[in-house]
Every structure is written in structure tokens, then in C-alpha cells.
């Protein structure tokens, strides 16, 4: 009887949480799930409190962020990304009902303060996809770029910290040589010294 109790409270504070969310993000520490904004057709949720399910015990819990020092918190927002990199998760443009926004906003999962990039998308997007690379770069994908009417299939991509040298002599070896022939001189690369590991991005 106690377990059915549980379950059905279990169930209950899940739909609270979750009801009518539409186009949110999730990102996990291990030991939770955050969800990120979302909304409904006519609404966008707040960033200052996020739900978060906490894995072991199966319970949704509020968690209460802190305010960027400077610019508070972000704007409400729907339809964004969300990435996750060295326990801060990252949210990039998104859409609020009115406006498409082109901020970017990182939250630290363990003291839950909002920091504020001080960079944007060259492209303000909503729809779109996002991720970031192991070594700290954040690619954005496609995206609408007029409500309702224009998507893109363009590639933004921003470093979130400052990459290493091999990462910017391979950048710009990539920039100056031409693409295809070194598609097809791949074990020349290898010969010449180039890491086995951005001979196998190509």
C-alpha cells in the first residue's frame, strides 16, 4: 500500500513539472536531469527556476538559480539548444513568442549561477541544433530564422574557451590547403607527422 502511495506521488509531482512543456532541453549531471525553458503554443517558461529529476530517488525538485551579476537572467525562452561542457550547460538562442534571440547563456550545474557570454550567433535562431566538441567548441545547426517562414541550414560554431595550439595550427591548415587533396593524401599527413586524430576528421 505504501509502495502504490509512493508511485502515485511519484507520478503526480512528474506531471506537475512536466504538463504541457513543449520544445524544452535536458541536460544530466550523473545524479539529475535539468530541464531547460520550453512552453506551450502561446507561452515560453522563465530560466530563473529549473525542474530537476533527480535519478536515484525519482523525485522532481525546484532548483533555484542565481542571477548573472550583470545581466540578470536569461529571457524566456522556447525552441533553444542546450549543451552540456564541464558541468555547464549552455543555451543559445531559442525563441520567447515574439523575438528570435541570438544570446548565449551558460549555467554552472554546481553553484547555479548564470553567467552571460559576451558573444552571440551571427544568426539569430530558433529550431536548431546544437553541440559541443570535447574540446570546447560549440557548433550550431540550422534553425528558423523568421517565425514561421525561413530556415537555414547554416553551421555557427563558437569556442567556449581558448583551444589548444594543435587545434589552431589544424584550424587554419585546413583554411589555406585545399580539402580534397588532403582527403586523398591522407597517408602523406600521417608521414609528415600529423596526429592520427585530425587525420581521421577528414
Given at each position: 500500500m505504501r509502495n502504490q502511495q509512493q508511485s502515485k506521488l511519484l507520478f503526480a509531482t512528474a506531471i506537475i513539472w512536466t504538463a504541457m512543456i513543449y520544445r524544452h532541453e535536458i541536460v544530466s549531471d550523473d545524479f539529475r536531469l535539468y530541464v531547460f525553458g520550453g512552453g506551450t503554443a502561446h507561452l515560453a517558461f522563465p530560466l530563473d527556476k529549473i525542474p530537476a529529476f533527480e535519478v536515484q530517488s525519482g523525485i522532481w525538485q525546484e532548483t533555484q538559480t542565481k542571477p548573472d551579476k550583470v545581466h540578470g537572467y536569461p529571457r524566456t525562452r522556447k525552441c533553444h539548444s542546450c549543451s552540456l561542457f564541464r558541468n555547464e550547460a549552455y543555451v543559445c538562442g531559442g525563441l520567447d513568442g515574439e523575438d528570435i534571440m541570438?544570446?548565449?547563456?551558460?549555467?554552472?550545474?554546481?553553484?547555479?549561477?548564470?553567467?552571460?557570454?559576451?558573444?552571440?550567433?551571427?544568426?539569430?535562431?530558433?529550431?536548431?541544433?546544437?553541440?559541443?566538441?570535447?574540446?570546447?567548441?560549440?557548433?550550431?545547426?540550422?534553425?528558423?530564422?523568421?517565425?514561421?517562414?525561413?530556415?537555414?541550414?547554416?553551421?555557427?560554431?563558437?569556442?567556449?574557451?581558448?583551444?589548444?595550439?594543435?587545434?589552431?595550427?589544424?584550424?587554419?591548415?585546413?583554411?589555406?590547403?585545399?580539402?580534397?587533396?588532403?582527403?586523398?593524401?591522407?597517408?602523406?599527413?600521417?608521414?609528415?607527422?600529423?596526429?592520427?586524430?585530425?587525420?581521421?576528421?577528414?
Open positions: 541570438d544570446d548565449i547563456w551558460k549555467l554552472n550545474l554546481t553553484t547555479y549561477e548564470w553567467t552571460k557570454l559576451p558573444t552571440s550567433l551571427h544568426l539569430p535562431v530558433y529550431f536548431h541544433s546544437a553541440d559541443i566538441t570535447p574540446d570546447g567548441c560549440l557548433y550550431i545547426f540550422g534553425g528558423v530564422t523568421r517565425i514561421d517562414d525561413i530556415r537555414t541550414n547554416c553551421v555557427q560554431r563558437i569556442w567556449l574557451i581558448l583551444p589548444t595550439l594543435q587545434e589552431l595550427c589544424w584550424e587554419n591548415m585546413c583554411l589555406t590547403l585545399d580539402m580534397h587533396r588532403l582527403q586523398k593524401h591522407r597517408s602523406k599527413l600521417f608521414e609528415i607527422g600529423v596526429p592520427i586524430h585530425f587525420i581521421e576528421r577528414l
